[in-house]
T-cell receptor, first 116, second 112 residues
């Protein structure tokens, strides 16, 4: 059974550009959560999608957005990139809504974004 | 502010000894608790989850949960150099929020 797949794995962008990251969840999983990880702040929750609907959102500016498709694949977009957006972006999938009792989330390998 | 707190470490433990990692959380409504291991440059991988008060054992790993004290811990017996990693505690934020929030992690270093 394939795990969570994230693309691209590595990318370099310039300040002011935008970026789109993609995540394919484990087959059968309907929830996709996105996290940003930096050395100073650790893993910070961005948002979660379940059945194409955003269920939860973290404390990030509106430049960070996402969506989920009918096949449960998800994308996140960051517009007007800033140097501070350089981070590892992790996608995690689960069968049921993340955080629900008895539910666990599984991570992809992540997308390393460097903003220069 | 709902949060999960861990000592950042590094925690240095001799090979073969017991490593004890601790985590406290702020939301009394939390029901699900997870430990993830993350090697440098890699993504977090699930080690254990625990939902009920008490101990849960899986091989060399034991998770301990005390909801009254809002405290969860991970014990690693017979520590190996391959256990050197950052350990992340994760907690669901109660029934209505249903987010999973992570602590910043504890760096564990097993001394050969």
């Amino acid at each position: 059974k394939a795990g969570v797949t994230q693309t691209p794995r590595y990318l370099i962008k310039t300040r002011g550009q935008q970026v789109t990251l993609s995540c394919s969840p484990i087959s059968g999983h309907r929830s996709v959560s996105w996290y940003q990880q930096t050395p100073g702040q650790g893993l910070q929750f961005l948002f979660e999608y379940f059945s194409e609907t955003q269920r939860n959102k973290g404390n990030f500016p509106g430049r960070f957005s996402g969506r989920q498709f009918s096949n449960s694949r998800s994308e996140m977009n960051v517009s007007t990139l800033e140097l501070g957006d350089s981070a590892l972006y992790l996608c995690a999938s689960s069968l049921r809504p993340a955080g629900g009792y008895g539910n666990t989330i599984y991570f992809g390998e992540g997308s390393w974004l460097t903003v220069v | 502010q709902k949060e999960v707190e861990q000592n950042s470490g590094p925690l240095s433990v001799p090979e073969g000894a017991i490593a004890s990692l601790n985590c406290t959380y702020s939301d009394r409504g939390s029901q699900s608790f997870f430990w993830y291991r993350q090697y440098s440059g890699k993504s977090p991988e699930l080690i254990m989850f625990i939902y009920s008060n008490g101990d849960k054992e899986d091989g060399r790993f034991t998770a301990q949960l005390n909801k009254a004290s809002q405290y969860v811990s991970l014990l690693i017996r017979d520590s190996q150099p391959s256990d050197s990693a950052t350990y992340l505690c994760a907690v669901n934020m109660g029934n209505r929020d249903d987010k999973i929030i992570f602590g910043k992690g504890t760096r564990l270093h097993i001394l050969p």
